[in-house]
């Protein structure tokens, strides 16, 4: 590992002016490049306190020995040369966009002297005009078979057109209209390339000038009566519009953009791209990467920009360019696209109406494309073992852990505090195992105090289920002995109880003799915290007062991906390719999305509880009459006995029920509608604004 002082330029050695600079490692190879509008100031923020870095910088200038720069005049210079690094490079540490496939596109080759329609894939050619992408080479095939009819050109390769031209006989699709047949001479070259342009200009969205013709064509054509060319013109102008209707019309302005879209993690980004022209989506494509440097959102913008419009030109970059971020500084960049189209385009975020719902569509699809990445690697079965191995290695454990549970606490500023425990075995996700809990020791705010108890009512009740299954057949440890209330001497933890869990909505379970569920039978290899070393070390206090010791554990912090171990000063930093880090990522975000779940849960029925629930007897019929009779539970708390009587239905014990329980009652929170934002008054008041910011959900 290098010493970034050792490679650190000289005081003033390095220019204040845009340019380009390169890491080298101790062989030569290029392993980052990146561009700075000041050298000087970029250059200076790698060669801090390593303690001050991120993470992945901090692994690239430890990697690297050298570095080097190239002064340019603009920063859209930069921007051009950076690209050209990049993709000559194929720097380790840069951000690179893997295609998830090789998309068709329709191409024309109008290079030709008879320009053919055909799909095509991989690097574009000079000369030849492209649509699409397209999802299916199968999609492409069948908008051309529906446009031959109306613009015939010609579709065949090289050889069965040199052929045809040999023998003088054209090719099926000459002989049933489908092809103008310039291989036989039928249409001369020029009345073939324009016909090729027509049909170029049709799938480049003018399609309101030709169904127009078409159809004064049709109507001419039933006036003289001449009924069999008039019937195909209506059928041609049929099959313009079924072509029409693959893509359907997403903006009503004929608008031309790309809309980009990005869904991310902490590891890895998905980017999706769809293509609009004449306000019909043209195209889609997608590309998945793996966030091998500090990247944010605008960055991932930024290369995906230069990505996709690195090699084009003219109208292959659009006049409209939708992002979810602007890149900073935005300006070079816009140039940079205008460059390369040769007018002005504009970069912008969309902020209302169809474009911006247009824009939640793509991101839909991005996040879809980031969750299917996620699935096709979680299922190999090799990457998993090689997952759990790593994993085993870096804890030092001496067997890999065939089932880890993780464990997350969530809450609203200190409200419904609650936790959740998910189960992975063989790297797999078991869901009838998952497990919530809602904190009854204590109310308040407090992750490390919630996370031991949390613990403690895990492991209690594996040492209750071990014990009665008759599995436990030597006596505990003195510091780990259970009293008759399941209850550790001398600890101070509260006695377990059987309904501290939520009641678990899976069915089929494994159960006990007696029909009881086995809720805690079997024991983790691995426990996994949501958090640093306060939640690590909660954990294993917990464990340690049970006097469990052959269970490990360890903590995720989130924000820089550092494992935890307990006792030890320093994180184990697990290599940004490695399986086991992905792993335990996917163990921690899938506890947080199920705590968090039942979290909202809970608090969505607090705000919806009334008074009115805990009265012994009083169902939702009566109940509703009641609410419907007085408009609110404050005018019923007001009520006497002999006005409750008077609601159909309620009689005189269940009124003086009533009357005693809202009189006994807190009067309750004001109700919010969660829409809006706004307090709901009990006495019929219109809504007042909820002053309040809202707090920080965790």
């Not at 109208?315 to 939708?322: F, M, Q």
């Not at 705590?595 to 009115?612: D, E, F, G, V």
């Amino acid at each position: 590992m290098a010493d970034p002082s050792s490679y650190r330029p000289k005081p003033g050695q390095i220019p204040d002016s845009p340019g380009v600079y390169k890491f080298r490692d101790e062989h030569g190879r290029v392993i980052y490049v990146g561009k700075a509008k000041s050298l000087r100031q970029r250059l200076a923020n790698y060669f801090q306190d390593l303690a001050g870095l991120h993470p992945r910088t901090r692994t690239m200038v430890t990697t690297a020995a050298s570095v080097e720069w190239t002064v340019v005049s603009t920063e859209v210079e930069a921007l051009q040369l950076e690209y050209s690094w990049i993709k000559e490079f194929d720097p380790r540490f840069n951000v690179k966009y893997r295609d998830d496939k090789s998309y068709p596109y329709l191409a024309v080759t109008l290079n030709e002297e008879f320009p053919r329609a055909q799909v095509m894939r991989g690097a574009k050619k000079k000369g030849v005009r492209y649509f699409g992408p397209y999802g299916h080479a199968w999609a492409i095939r069948e908008t051309v078979d529906l446009m031959l009819r109306v613009f015939p050109v010609r579709t065949c390769s090289a050889g069965v057109f040199k052929r045809s031209a040999q023998i003088g006989r054209p090719c099926l699709l000459g002989y049933i209209g489908k092809c103008s047949a310039p291989c036989v001479g039928r249409v001369s070259a020029e009345e073939h390339r324009e016909l090729a342009e027509e049909f170029c200009d049709f799938m480049a969205g003018r399609t309101g000038a030709y169904i127009r013709r078409l159809e004064r064509l049709m109507q001419e054509a039933a006036e003289e009566m001449e009924y069999e060319r008039a019937a195909r013109l209506r059928d041609d102008i049929g099959a313009l519009r079924r072509a029409m209707e693959k893509s359907a019309v997403v903006l009503a302005d004929a608008t031309d953009a790309d809309l980009i879209a990005v869904a991310e993690d902490e590891l890895e980004a998905a980017v999706q791209i769809f293509h609009v022209r004449g306000g019909r989506v043209r195209g889609q494509r997608g590309w998945v990467t793996d966030k091998v440097e500090a990247v944010t959102t605008s960055g991932l913008v930024e290369h995906a920009l230069q990505q996709l419009y690195g090699e084009e030109q003219g109208d292959a970059v659009p006049k409209e360019v939708l992002v979810p971020a602007l890149p900073e500084p935005v300006e070079p960049v816009a140039q940079w696209l205008s460059q390369r189209r040769g007018s002005q385009v504009s970069l912008r975020i969309p902020q209302r109406g169809d474009k911006k719902d247009l824009m939640a569509t793509v991101g839909r699809n991005a996040q879809q494309s980031l969750a299917l990445h996620k699935t096709k690697r979680a299922s190999d079965l090799t990457t998993r073992s090689r997952a759990l191995e790593e994993i085993a290695e870096a804890l030092g454990l001496d067997a890999v852990p065939l089932r880890i549970e993780c464990f997350d606490i969530s809450h609203l500023q200190g409200d419904d505090v609650v936790a959740s425990m998910v189960v992975f075995e063989d790297g797999l996700a078991r869901k009838s195992e998952y497990r919530r809990f809602q904190i009854k020791t204590f109310q308040g705010q407090d992750d490390v105090r919630s996370m031991h108890e949390v613990i403690g009512r895990r492991f209690k009740r594996y040492l209750q289920e071990k014990q009665k299954s008759g599995e436990w057949t030597e006596e505990p440890a003195d510091d780990a002995r259970l009293d008759d209330n399941g209850v550790t001497p001398g600890t101070g933890t509260v006695p377990v109880r059987a309904d501290a869990l939520e009641p678990d909505p899976m069915a089929g379970r494994p159960t006990d003799e007696d029909g009881r569920p086995k809720r805690f039978a079997y024991p983790p290899q691995l426990v996994v915290v949501d958090g640093g070393a306060p939640q690590v070390a909660a954990a294993r206090r917990a464990l340690d007062e049970l006097g469990i010791d052959d269970v490990a554990v360890c903590g995720l912090a989130k924000r820089l991906e550092e494992v935890w171990l307990p006792e030890d000063d320093d994180p184990v930093v697990l290599p940004r390719s490695s399986e086991g880090l992905y792993l335990l990522q996917r163990v921690r975000d899938e506890a947080h999305r199920f705590a968090i779940t039942y979290q909202r849960s809970k608090r969505s029925k607090r705000l919806k509880s009334s008074p009115l629930d805990a009265v012994a007897g009083l169902g939702d019929t009566r109940r509703q009459a009641l609410l419907k009779h007085f408009g609110s539970v404050k005018k019923l708390r007001a009520a006497t006995i002999d006005e409750i009587c008077a609601v159909p239905g309620v009689g005189r014990k269940t009124a003086e029920t009533v009357a005693a329980a809202l009189a006994g009652a807190a009067p309750t929170a004001p109700a919010v509608n969660t829409a809006t934002g706004e307090i709901i008054e009990d006495d019929g008041a219109p809504p007042v604004a909820l002053s309040a910011e809202r707090g920080q959900e965790r």
